[in-house]
């Protein structure tokens, strides 16, 4: 079946970065779009950032926009995001999703914990 597993989390300083990845398997993973999502304590799970079947085409949340970079192989089968200059609002726990553009299926990794804190 198909697998998404975060890793990369941690505890980081404001301003620090952090590398998020995303590691799938069960599926093919060239033919899926791949996204970064959070949810932060008590409010809805937003869009971070995603990443189409061609890598060229990338959209970023407004919140994050300038801050991180969306990267995937597909040869390794690994989404990346790259997180700069974070801040404490980017505390959040980030999720994976691999979509199938043809039928909208989804699936979703169990989440990778981020905590912006000094």
């Known amino acids: 079946q198909v697998q998404l597993v975060e890793s990369g989390g941690g505890l980081v300083q404001p301003g620090g970065s952090l590398r998020l990845s995303c590691a799938a398997s069960?599926?093919?993973?060239?033919?899926?779009?791949m996204s970064w999502y959070r949810q932060a304590p008590g409010l809805e799970r937003e869009l971070v950032a995603a990443?189409?079947?061609?890598?060229?085409?990338?959209n970023y949340g407004d919140s994050v926009k300038g801050r991180v970079t969306i990267s995937r192989d597909n040869v390794k089968n690994t989404v990346n995001l790259q997180m700069d200059n974070l801040t404490p609002e980017d505390t959040a726990v980030y999720y994976c999703?691999?979509?199938?553009?043809?039928?909208?299926?989804?699936?979703w990794g169990n989440g990778t914990l981020v905590t912006v804190s000094s």
């Open positions: 999703k691999a979509k199938f553009p043809r039928t909208g299926n989804e699936h």
């Open positions: 069960g599926l093919t993973f060239s033919m899926y779009t």
């Open positions: 990443i189409g079947t061609i890598p060229r085409l990338k």
